[in-house]
């Protein structure tokens, strides 16, 4: 059976294999992938020579499509897929078998399409750009919030928060554009993306977006940290899993994420508003990030030993260096460059989110 990852499921086997030779047409297309997953829109697209497309319904089981192939032409076949993981990540691709003898077919770009971890570059691109836009709501939410009643400041209408909450709700719309330039754009694609585990965070999230709003105008911090805690659970039961040991690395990418939230909108408070006790504070709240973070860069990286040899890896060493460099700068009262430079490592952090990890 294939190794279940929660990450991104990535395709393990098929059958016609991709670039196999067969004497007759194929009755059925089967692929097997290394988690569970679910079809995003059709699942599974077969292109016949004549560039027909040929597959039936999609029946899931687990890690396993299957799906009826209605053709008897000799040619070029092209199988396109495309799924998503129980963390939401999306994942497709394309390969090509044939029956008899090779032949052109009008579907071929597809098996040229660049890829980026398991989406398009575009894709890839998108879900960081979101996360990154998601993330540095939180930051001014819920770490300004969270900052201001540690340091019993007033609490009161803040630009910073009402910026936060925006970002907060474009995030959204955002990750669900992200989604769909991985996949595909087309209705059937767009409701499955809706409907998935992905959908449901979205809508969670962008519910707490709204009540944070709501909340604004009360002189009560603690239900909007509250609501902040809610969120970044969100944003761990969409992260990857650390193989063999379920809901460990949800739970780390949970307490990394509130950290990071915490200290980043800390010293984005502080530089507005300093306040004596600001530095504990900070320290804590940084301490607790940098030692999630790099717990969850360990796991994923065989202890370091993939830092060099994976896409993954070599992003995680961009941002430890990153990291470096506003430890440094926080060790030195620097909070402007501290700021700018832990916004720099929460980008490393998206990239790393939509890459799958080597193991």
């Known amino acids: 059976m294939p190794h279940v990852a929660s990450a991104h499921a990535q395709l393990l086997q098929s059958d016609p294999a991709a670039d196999s030779s067969l004497d007759s047409a194929p009755t059925s297309i089967t692929l097997i992938f290394s988690e569970a997953v679910t079809p995003a829109g059709a699942g599974i697209r077969v292109f016949d020579p004549s560039g027909r497309q040929v597959a039936g319904a999609v029946s899931t089981r687990g890690s396993v499509l299957t799906a009826p192939i209605v053709s008897g032409g000799t040619g070029t076949y092209v199988v396109s897929w495309q799924v998503l993981a129980a963390d939401t990540h999306p994942s497709r691709g394309a390969f090509r078998f044939v029956v008899g003898r090779p032949s052109s077919n009008p579907y071929a770009s597809l098996l040229d399409v660049p890829e980026a971890g398991t989406a398009t570059p575009v894709g890839l691109a998108l879900q960081a750009i979101a996360r990154w836009v998601h993330f540095a709501g939180f930051a001014l939410v819920f770490g300004v919030v969270a900052y201001k009643a540690r340091m019993r400041q007033v609490s009161q209408p803040d ?64 239900p909007v940290v509250a609501i902040g805690g809610v969120v970044a659970v969100l944003d761990g039961a969409a992260a990857h899993a650390i193989p063999g040991l379920p809901g460990v690395g949800q739970l780390l990418v949970a307490v990394h994420v509130a950290a990071m939230g915490l200290w980043v909108g800390g010293v984005a408070a502080f530089l507005r508003a300093p306040s004596s006790p ?70 490393c952090a998206t990239v790393l989110a939509a890459l799958p990890p080597p193991i």
């Open 278 to 347: 600001f530095g504990r504070y900070a320290a804590i709240t940084l301490s607790v990030a940098v030692a999630g973070g790099l717990v969850l860069g360990l796991a994923h990286t065989q202890l370091g030993g993939a830092l060099f040899s994976s896409a993954y890896g070599r992003v995680m060493l961009v941002k430890v260096v990153v990291v470096g460099g506003a430890l440094t700068a926080a060790a030195i009262r620097r909070h402007r460059p501290e700021l700018a430079l832990a916004m720099v490592a929460v980008a």
């Open 159 to 222: 630009r910073l928060v009402g910026a936060g909450v925006i970002l907060l709700i474009a995030a959204e719309p955002l990750a669900l554009l992200g989604q769909l330039a991985s996949l595909s754009f087309d209705g059937d694609t767009a409701l499955a993306v809706l409907a998935s585990s992905f959908g449901r965070i979205a809508g969670l999230r962008l519910g707490g977006a709204l009540l944070v709003w709501s909340l604004l105008g009360t002189s009560r911090s603690w």
